[in-house]
């Protein structure tokens, strides 16, 4: 218990250092947001409705003072309105966070179905066909970047087959045939490269416990194949796949947005792009303070489940 | 093979399980006559009268109409107001047409003056609040009637009814919703930012038997690229902000349309007065020594037209095709020029523009590279659009590449433009005088008589031209590409057509 608080209490100190962080870097950076408000497609505001702006937004009080009233506002889980369009950045993110995290959960899955069994193969059957075209294939699809695959798809899938529309959302309780459709592009672009991480890591890892002493007693005991594998080895090779799979969703929730942008999906990662162009200030420190505050979280469930995997983590 | 149970069900199995998948095509089919659009971007908020750049304005001339608009011959014509006339030299008369809002209520002469009012008020934000500065009062003579008195005689009275934001709103409406109540085609029915709009047709539009379409269904879609494929995929109807190294695919597709107007909005340089270019010597040369054609090309992928003049529209008649043509490629006048400035053994400056956007930093790099055959050496500031803008209004750089549109046709929408005592702005040129140029200007805008005018706007083009108070570089074309199921489409000609949204209201889809 003094262990879960201790580690609770340092997730805090480190939110309220990236929001420090944040607000300072953000308010550092030059551009104005009434003026860029104003200013659009040769629109000339006058000085006097940028100060008046400026003022009623609070943009001209001391940055001490806008700290001061950030960190007050976010001690009352109040996140502010964005100072482009007054909506409020709470329930922004609310909308836009479940699709980010709804393209994230749905490459992970489809990572983990490709990866973690072409990774067993592998590693069960070294130097084979499987095991070599695999490592030239992961090493492949790790090297492309995204955005080359997500365009190559649209080309492909849309343009030229006309299987899949070329991007965009649509709600699933709108239309659920719909939604999984614009998904699945998005989605299969992020899962290339993370199952490439995931087969690398999962056949390198088994081919480490294949030859350990518990392998070879199990195996003497008469334990069938696949009785060892799963029980055994998988069981023990799995923690730095979880590690590394955890590093990498995290790093996914604030990656996505180059996928979410060729594919217009209305994602988390999008609107902090939206918000950092438009110097939207309470926005940005908002979006990252809720990305910041579930990278943190996802690292307590990885440090939950290596006590699942691994009982001696509990000691 | 045999049909028996087992394959019949396998094979219905197999097709219900790719009917989700099927392509984006049959989801379009069943869309019905719901027009889609792909917009370039999603507007920056709803709120009335304020510029949010071109796809904000689509959307802005879907729900509201302003008093006047131009018609496709770029003539000023009735939209809400059927008839103006000018009283007196301070007075401008206007009758509204029998005309409702989208919630029924007519638009009386009441509600003209709360809108005008409510532009001119300090802190409006609105487009068009200088302009609008120069009206004195409104006088409301009955409900259809109204009077506009202006504290100087102006010409330009009838245009600044005409711009592109000046929606009529209902009086009071937009404390209840950012963007009021207007008499549009349509109305707001739902929006998500930055995911969809959808607006419906309508029920108390002016114009009979209009708008045709019963809905509309708008997309953003910020990367131009996928813009053009969700058009080719059949995801949308039509899409704005027609990127220019896809036009010439888009136009030779069988099924697509493209709709240009290679005179658009278009790309000059502005000057900083307080360093080297408070020389007019200077501006010149570097006026004379650009090959525009070279930036239509290679930036514009031949989508365009030089802009060798002060920007006029070819159908107005303040069009003078001299000066039009006034700043020709020589290297030879552009180095002479540089020799009388004291400046033969070179000169070095700083280009202000953005690496956000391409075509502000491929013109940059044109220019720099361009003038480095005359002995102009350019070092390039290049941060991103939002640093770019304040460092501009800080009056940053020697010069700057900019990108405007015309909003009006009036000869007057160009002051800003040519004058650079008007406004301290980042969009154009500051700190020097043209002699004798303001004075010509405020003559052009208390001239009625057409003739007049033209020759006082030649005289002041001419001076904008010699003192090199701006340098134009290149027209870039804009326009829409559509399905060639959607007809009705008109542009508004040359400098106006990115406004064309204002004619939508008659588009049609087989």
Known sequence: MAWFLHRFLLSLVLLWVVTTLVFLSIHMVPGDPVELLLSQDGGTPDRATVEMIRKDLGLDRPVYVQYADKIAGIARFDLGRSIVDDSSIAQGIGRRLPRTLELIAAAAVLSLLIGIPAGIYAALHPGGLFDRAGSYASGFAQGVPVFVVGTLMILIFSQLLGWMPAGGYVAFERDPAAHLRFLLMPASAIAIGLSAVVFRITRASMKDVLPLDFVRTARAKGLPEWHVVRRHVLRNALMPVITIFALQLGGLLGGTVLVEYVFNWPGLSGMLVGAVNARDYPMVTGVILVVSALFILLNLIVDILYGIVDPRVRK | ?????????????????????????????????????????????????????????????????????????????????????????????????????????????????????????????????????????????????????????????????????????????????????????????????????????????????????????????????????????????????????????????????????????????????????????????????????????????????????????????????????????????????????????????????????????????????????????????????????????????????????????????????????????????????????????ARGRSEFDEAKRVAIYAAADRLACEHASFCGVSYRATGFARSDKVGGLELLPDQLSPFSANLFDRLTLS
């Open chain 2, 1 to 441: 093979m045999m049909l028996n149970r087992r394959t019949l069900l396998q094979s219905l199995m197999a097709a219900a399980a790719m009917a989700p998948m099927s392509s984006g095509r049959l989801l379009a089919q069943g869309a019905g006559k719901r027009l889609r659009i792909g917009l370039s971007t999603y507007p920056a908020h709803f709120r009335a009268w304020v510029n949010v750049g071109y796809a904000g304005h689509l959307v802005s001339a879907l729900l509201n109409r302003g008093l006047l608009a131009y018609d496709t011959n770029g003539v000023l014509v009735g939209e809400l107001a059927k008839s103006w006339e000018r009283e007196s030299d301070l007075v401008w008369r206007f009758t509204l047409d029998d005309a409702k809002f989208n919630n029924g209520q007519p638009v009386t002469s009441a509600d003209v003056k709360w809108t005008l009012e409510k532009i001119a008020a300090e802190g409006s934000g609105a487009h068009m609040r200088e302009q609008a500065l120069q009206i004195d009062s409104i006088e409301i003579v009955d409900d259809r009637v109204f009077k506009v008195a202006t504290k100087e005689p102006s010409a330009t009275i009838p245009a600044l009814m005409a711009y592109p934001f000046l929606g009529i709103v209902a009086a009071g409406s937009t404390s209840e919703q950012d963007q009021g109540i207007g008499a549009g085609p349509y109305v707001l029915t739902s929006a998500e930012k930055g995911v969809e709009i959808l607006l419906t047709a309508s029920e108390h539009y002016f114009r009979n038997g209009l708008p045709t379409l019963k809905e509309i269904h708008i997309t953003p879609y910020a990367d131009e690229n996928l813009r053009v494929a969700a058009l080719r995929a059949g995801d949308v109807d039509l899409i704005d902000y027609v990127p220019w190294n896809a036009m010439n695919d888009i136009a030779a597709t069988p099924g697509l349309k493209l709709d240009t107007q290679a005179a658009g909005a278009f790309m000059y340089l502005s000057f900083n007065g307080s360093g080297a270019f408070g020389d007019p010597k200077l501006r010149q040369a570097v006026s004379f020594a650009l090959r525009r054609e070279e930036f239509v090309q290679a930036v514009f992928f031949g989508h365009g037209a030089p802009l060798a003049g002060v920007p006029r529209p070819s159908v107005s008649p303040f069009f003078n095709k001299e000066l039009a043509n006034f700043w020709t490629y020589d290297p030879d006048k552009a180095k002479a020029l540089l020799k009388e400035a004291g400046r033969e053994s070179g000169l070095k400056v700083s280009l202000l523009s953005t690496s956000q956007y391409t075509m502000h930093r491929d013109i940059a790099v044109l220019v720099q590279s361009q003038l480095a055959e005359i002995g102009i050496t350019v070092d390039l500031i290049l941060p991103d659009w939002a640093t770019r803008v304040t460092m501009g209004m800080r009056g940053q750089g020697d010069f700057a590449v900019q990108g405007v549109g015309m909003d009006s046709l009036d000869p007057d929408a160009t002051s800003s433009l040519v004058d650079p005592t008007r406004a301290a702005h980042y969009n154009y040129s500051r700190g020097f005088e043209v002699p004798g140029l303001s004075a010509l200007l």
